[in-house]
């Protein structure tokens, strides 16, 4: 398979809404294209004081982002810190860290902080899409669920 038919299959992958917590212009125009490219809704904070703003109040007006992409390394507060504030107020959407720090401890300190997974920068758009389409996947079997639990 070559990589114009591998780009194929990847359109329309992703169904879902995703925030991109990225403090780096560059950063956010590649990741928010390699998932616009396979179907995705993508919205951008800048920092991580805006994506905890921005992923409450979707929550709270009943459109919850199907997955977070949170940098860790960001300013006003960071992506760990933004996590954990998100946990901490209930939100239980996946959130996946990204981040160029590759070795076990900063993976350990995502995961304390409560994000489901974990990426390194710089972003393998295979790898990005398959992470947020599994997670995605999740989020909307969780929702099934939680529906048929109210009805």
Same mark, same amino acid.
């Given at each position: 398979? %070559?990589?114009? #038919? ?18 780096? @212009?560059? %950063?956010?125009? !590649?990741?928010?294209?390699? !998932? ?19 992923? !409450? ?6 459109? @919850?982002?199907?997955? &977070? ?8 507060? #960071? ?15 996946? &959130?996946?860290? &990204? ?17 489901? %997974? ?27 669920? #939680?529906?048929?639990? &109210?009805?």
């Amino acid at each position: 398979m %070559n990589d114009q #038919d591998k780009s194929t299959d990847q359109e329309n992958q992703l169904e879902c809404r995703v925030l991109l917590a990225e403090d780096m @212009p560059d %950063n956010q125009r !590649l990741v928010s294209y390699y !998932l616009k490219q396979a179907g995705a809704e993508v919205f951008i904070a800048e920092d991580g004081q805006i994506a905890y703003d921005l992923a !409450l109040e979707a929550r709270d007006h009943g459109f @919850p982002f199907d997955v &977070i992409l949170m940098d860790i390394q960001m300013p006003s507060i #960071d992506g760990n810190e933004a996590t954990k504030k998100l946990r901490d107020a209930g939100y239980t959407s996946p &959130i996946i860290a &990204i981040t160029s720090h590759t070795d076990r401890h900063d993976r350990d300190t995502c995961v304390a902080a409560g994000c489901d %997974n974990y990426t390194t920068k710089p972003v393998d758009r295979d790898k990005l899409i398959e992470l947020v389409a599994h997670y995605a996947s999740l989020q909307k079997k969780k929702k099934c669920i #939680d529906e048929q639990a &109210i009805i």
